[in-house]
């Protein structure tokens, strides 16, 4: 909450949305700038340690998808009317993209791994366990792979390809929303910006406190976020 407050205020000031008078501040101007940056680089490495708990664990198990795709709406919409301003906030705009290329990974982990919940990997016993119509039925996972099976990409691969198809997809509906932005009235693009992005961010929380619920499980969440 901390970073995102620094985070926001340094963004306002730096495209002057808000003026600040240097001569009575009681800090110098320096510390105050510094903690700005703290804040971006903090928002923009966030999900950072959430990625790599889903590479290690290869599931995305107690993850939200309605979390991230939320965040993720919300950083585009941001980035779009930080782009769009007749004065762009380039650091708040790169800030809020890197933010949107984890989001983006994140979604393709959740895709690439869409099966780890149906199949568990015993290791202490060498058995698979899959879970059919609600039972548990343990086979030899010593036994050669279905045909199916082995034709399946492994899942970086799967990651990978859907990565691809999702930043392109972003990127053009970003430049779409540029445009659009630059369009409309400042107006416009400050409420979809601005207050809509915050109510995205906000409310995304929700899918996920869901998760937590149900599952009566926090295993697969990165306390990072």
């Not at 923009?44 to 998808?65: D, E, F, I, K």
């Amino acid at each position: 909450f901390v970073c995102g407050a620094a985070r926001w205020a340094f963004i306002q000031v730096a495209m002057g949305s808000v003026a600040i008078d240097t001569s009575e501040l009681r800090y110098p101007v320096w510390s105050v700038q510094a903690l700005g940056i703290i804040g971006v680089v903090a928002f923009m490495l966030m999900l950072l340690p959430q990625v790599a708990v889903n590479a290690y664990r290869r599931s995305t198990n107690g993850m939200s998808v309605g979390l991230i795709v939320l965040w993720h709406l919300g950083s585009l919409l941001a980035t779009a009317h930080y782009a769009a301003l007749p004065e762009p906030a380039v650091f708040g705009a790169l800030g809020l993209s890197v933010f949107s290329f984890f989001c983006g990974i994140l979604e393709a982990q959740a895709f690439a791994y869409r099966r780890s919940g149906s199949q568990m990997t015993c290791k202490a016993s060498g058995h698979s366990i899959d879970s059919i119509g609600g039972m548990s039925v343990s086979s030899d996972s010593t036994a050669s792979p279905s045909p199916q099976d082995a034709s399946r990409l492994p899942p970086w691969s799967r990651c990978l390809i859907a990565f691809s198809a999702i930043t392109l997809v972003w990127v053009l509906f970003d430049l779409g929303l540029v445009f659009l932005f630059k369009a409309a009235p400042q107006e416009v693009s400050f409420v979809a910006g601005n207050v809509a992005s915050a109510v995205l961010w906000a409310v995304a929380f929700l899918p996920q406190m869901r998760e937590f619920i149900t599952t009566r499980d926090i295993g697969g969440e990165s306390f990072s976020l």
